[in-house]
């Protein structure tokens, strides 16, 4: 799929970052320069106010001090719109504190097929790797949440589009199968554009690598928690992502296989409203819950209660 526009698009609406000292008026047309004060004239004032950066909320259209949003997990305070939010950060919002051992931490993929498009794929790999603490686009490990051990999985859409090449399915596989050794639940927190095009038939094969190893896990009756957060699509929707015991969204993320506008040149047909919003998806049946970013954490444990219960009362 075209991995290229996806992100451009994706991203493109969240990292409207305006660095300014004050958040422009919403009416800010309607702003003279009358107004502006004469330079120098409010100097001891100047230096009250906090430096900092601004985002705009795509959906409300706030402006929302950065600070604010990153204590708030990237949740608008104003509308609830959630944000994209990093792998590392996520991860911090769920786990207890200093519980986290990542695994294969250093593991990162080579240009097998040595791609050249616009940029070749390792330009991009570098570039991303540069911009983020990342090496590729999903980070493993084992952590507590509550009083339960679990394997956790979360990726991260900022690298590379949040794309499934061979070290996220490698990644990916080695914890369910640790999970499998363990007797541990499975978390996994997908956000992707789908298989990494620059891998070709190795990002292909790690849709069936990382279901596999799912099977394994299920067969011990261990559980598997997914979890889709915008945007959720492609290979990484047709493999583990919709594969969980219990598959849980966050509010509004767009959820699906193909695009829409890709299912509406093919179908020729319009398209019901909300289609492949997590909402759409909870009233047809893929999803079971929506669950707030801010509420994910204590829903997780409930979660784990109930099943390890179950486990004890032989009803697993
Ligand atoms: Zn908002």
């Known amino acids: ?40 004239a409010h100097k001891s004032k100047k230096r009250e106010i906090p430096e900092g950066l601004w985002t705009k909320c795509p959906s409300c259209d706030a402006m929302i001090f950065d600070k604010e949003l990153d204590e708030n997990l990237k949740v608008c305070p104003k509308c609830e719109h959630h944000f994209t939010i990093g792998a590392r950060e996520r991860i911090h919002s769920l786990v207890e504190t200093c519980t986290f051992q990542e695994m294969d931490a250093e593991m990162s993929s080579v240009d097998i097929l040595q791609f050249k ?36 999985g979360v990726m991260d859409f900022e690298f590379l589009g949040g794309s499934m090449g061979s070290v996220v399915g490698e990644k990916l ?15 996994i927190i997908s956000t992707s554009g789908g298989a990494r095009m620059y891998e070709g038939m190795f990002s292909l094969m790690q849709m069936a690598k990382t ?9 011990r009756r261990l559980p598997y ?49 909300g289609f492949q919003t997590s909402e759409f998806l909870l009233d047809h049946g893929l999803v079971d819950s929506i669950v707030h970013r801010k509420e994910m954490k204590d829903r997780l444990v409930k979660y784990l209660d109930y099943f390890a219960a179950g486990k004890r009362h032989g009803h697993a």
Request: hydrophobic share 40%.
């Open 225 to 273: 928690i997914s979890i889709l957060v915008n945007p959720d699509y492609a290979g990484v929707m047709a493999s583990y992502a919709s594969l969980g015991d219990l598959i849980l969204a966050e509010p509004k993320a767009l959820i699906g296989f193909a695009g829409p506008r890709v299912i509406k040149d093919t179908t020729q047909a319009e398209l019901p409203p």
């Open 117 to 152: 498009g616009v940029a070749t794929y390792k330009a991009k790999l570098e570039s991303y790797r540069k911009k983020s603490t990342l090496k590729d686009a999903v980070v493993t490990g084992i952590g507590k949440m509550g009083t339960h051990t679990v394997a956790l």
């Open 1 to 40: 799929m075209d991995t290229t526009s996806f992100l451009k698009k994706t991203i493109g609406g969240v990292t409207q970052i305006e660095p300014a000292l004050t958040p422009p008026p919403a009416n800010s047309e309607q702003t003279t320069f009358a107004k502006k004060p004469k330079i120098g």
């Open 173 to 187: 596989t080695r914890l369910i199968e640790r999970a499998t050794e363990g007797g541990w639940p499975v978390i």
């Open 211 to 219: 279901s596999a190893a799912l099977a394994y896990h299920a067969q």
